[in-house]
C-alpha cells in the first residue's frame, strides 16, 4: 500500500513533461504595477552572462603565445563567429561582431545549462528569444534607416519587376520581412521546449515500465537507450539552434549593410 | 611474419584510420543539413502565421472582416515559399554550387 503510493507519487512527479517550464518567483518585484520579479529564469540568464563573461574572461587574461586549453577554446569560439560574420556580411559587417558573438555565447550558454538535470532552460520560453530576435530587428531597422536612409525600404519594393505587379510583391515582402523576428524565436523555443519534453517523457517510460511489474520491465533498459540517445541529440540541437540564430542575426543584419540584394 | 601478413595488417590498420576519420566530417554535414532542415520548417510556417496576423488587424480596423484575412493569408502563404526558396538559394550560393536555373539569384 505504502509502495503503491510512492510509486503513484514519483510517476507523477517524474513524468510531468512540462513541470519543468514552471516559472518560480525568487525574489519578488513590482515596479509601476508590472510585476519584474526575479525568477528562475532571471537566475539562470544570469547565470549564463556571469559563466560566459567569466569562463572567457579566465581564458583570454593570459593571452599567452601558446595557448592554454581554456584560451584555445576561446580562440575557436571567436574565430567561428568571427568567420561566420565575414562570410555573411563580408569585413564591414566586423562592426556587428561583438553583436552577433554576444547573441551567439549567451544562447549557446542558456541551452547548455538546460542540459543539466533540475537546471532551467532559459530559451524554452519564447518572450525570451522573441526579445532576443526583437533587439536584432530594431538593429536592422535602426542601423539600415541611419546608414542608408530611404533607401533601406527599398527591400520592400524589389527592382526589375513590373509596376502592377508591386501591389502583390510589396505586401509579400513586408510579410517576409515581419516573420524574421517571429521565424527566429519560434525554431529556437519550440526545439529547446519539445527536446526537453522528449527528453522527459522518454526518462518517464523507464520509471514507468520499471514500476508496471510483469515483464513489461525488460522493455525498460530499450527506454533508457532512447534517453541516453535523445540527451546526444539535445547536446547537438543545443549547438546548432545557438548556431542558426547567430547566422540568421548576420542575414538579417546584411540587408541592413548592403539593402537592394 | 611474411611480407602478404604484413601487408594485410597495414591495410586492416588505414581502414580503420579511415574509418574513425571520417566519422566527425560526417557529423558535421549532418548537423548543418538538420539546422537547415529546422530552418526551412520555421521560414515558411512563419509566413502565412504573420499574414493572417496582419488580416486580422486590418480587419479589426477597417471592419472588413474577413476578407483581409483571407487575402493576406495568401500573400502570408506565398512570403512564406519566398522564405523558403531565398534560404535554399542562399544555402545553394553558399555551397559553392551553381544556382538552380529559373531560380533569381538574391
Redesign the interface.
Known amino acids: 500500500m505504502m509502495l503503491e503510493s510512492i510509486n503513484s507519487m514519483i510517476n507523477q512527479v517524474a513524468t510531468d513533461p512540462i513541470h519543468q517550464f514552471v516559472l518560480n518567483k525568487i525574489a519578488d518585484f513590482q515596479i509601476g504595477g508590472f510585476d519584474v520579479s526575479f525568477t528562475n529564469s532571471s537566475a539562470f540568464m544570469l547565470l549564463a552572462v556571469v559563466l560566459a563573461v567569466v569562463l572567457l574572461g579566465v581564458a583570454s587574461s593570459k593571452s599567452a603565445t601558446i595557448p592554454s586549453r581554456g584560451q584555445s577554446i576561446a580562440e575557436i569560439a571567436y574565430g567561428f563567429v568571427a568567420g561566420m560574420v565575414r ?1 555573411m556580411m563580408g569585413e564591414d559587417g566586423m562592426k556587428f561582431f561583438p553583436l552577433v558573438f554576444s547573441l551567439f555565447i549567451f544562447i549557446f550558454f542558456a541551452n547548455m545549462l538546460g542540459m543539466f538535470p533540475y537546471f532551467f532552460t532559459t530559451t524554452s520560453h519564447i518572450i525570451v528569444n522573441m526579445a532576443l530576435a526583437l533587439l536584432v530587428m530594431a538593429v536592422v531597422i535602426g542601423y539600415g534607416i541611419w546608414k542608408n536612409g530611404f533607401k533601406f525600404f527599398k527591400i520592400f519594393v524589389p527592382s526589375g519587376v513590373p509596376p502592377v505587379l508591386y501591389l ?1 510583391v510589396t ?6 520581412f ?2 524574421r523576428p ?2 527566429l524565436s ?2 529556437l523555443f ?2 529547446m521546449l519539445a527536446g526537453h519534453i522528449m527528453l522527459k517523457v522518454f526518462a518517464g517510460f523507464v520509471i514507468m515500465l520499471a514500476s508496471a511489474g510483469g515483464a513489461l520491465i525488460l522493455l525498460a533498459p530499450v527506454a533508457l537507450a532512447g534517453t541516453v540517445a535523445v540527451v546526444a541529440l539535445e547536446f ?2 543545443a ?3 545557438a ?2 540564430f547567430a ?2 542575426t548576420c ?1 538579417y543584419l546584411n540587408d541592413a549593410l548592403h539593402p537592394g ?1 | 611474419m611474411s611480407n602478404d601478413d604484413l601487408k594485410k595488417q597495414i591495410d586492416e590498420a588505414r581502414a580503420a584510420y579511415a574509418k574513425t576519420y571520417e566519422r566527425p566530417l560526417n557529423q558535421e554535414g549532418q ?1 548543418k543539413g ?2 537547415l532542415g ?2 526551412m ?3 515558411f ?3 502565412p ?3 493572417a496576423a ?1 488580416g486580422w488587424g486590418l480587419d479589426l480596423v477597417f471592419h472588413t472582416k474577413p476578407w483581409m484575412l483571407i487575402i ?1 493569408m495568401m ?2 502563404f ?3 515559399v ?2 523558403v526558396v531565398r534560404a535554399a538559394t ?1 544555402s545553394q550560393n ?1 555551397a559553392g554550387s551553381e544556382p538552380v536555373e529559373g531560380v533569381e539569384e ?1
Open positions: 562570410d502583390l505586401p509579400i515582402e513586408i510579410i517576409s515581419a516573420s517571429l521565424s519560434v525554431r519550440a526545439n547537438l540541437v549547438f546548432l539552434q548556431y542558426v547566422i540568421l542575414v540584394h | 548537423a538538420m539546422a529546422f530552418r520548417a520555421t521560414e510556417a512563419v509566413g502565421l504573420v499574414g496582419i493576406w500573400f502570408g506565398a512570403a512564406g519566398m522564405n542562399a553558399a538574391e
